[in-house]
């Protein structure tokens, strides 16, 4: 949750959610962290997009991260699709989640 007394995330916080893929049943993960400074502007201002997967050794792996995810990509596909839907929390400095405002 934001500080006490706070509408806001502090820079830095990191946020991860993870989804079964119903086509295959295999985890995905993804997350979004604030970056502050204005970055996507556009969007969830100062919110970037990623996903993680697991490398070869079982490490975590930024696949995409960015404004949203890259064409072609299991997340929507489109580059402002987490921005269309965290767009619906911006009172809620776009968190989606309840349980975290």
Known sequence: ??????????VGTIIVKELED??????QVFGM???GGGYNSKGATDWEWF?????DDGSPLVKWRGVGPPS????GGDPNGC????????AHDYVLSPALW
């Open 1 to 10: 949750k934001p500080p006490a007394g706070s509408t806001e995330f502090p």
């Open 51 to 55: 996903e993680l997967v697991k490398s």
């Open 83 to 90: 921005n269309a839907c965290h767009g619906a929390a911006e």
């Open 33 to 35: 962290v604030k970056r």
């Open 22 to 27: 119903n086509a295959d049943g295999e985890l």
């Open 72 to 75: 072609g990509e299991s997340y």
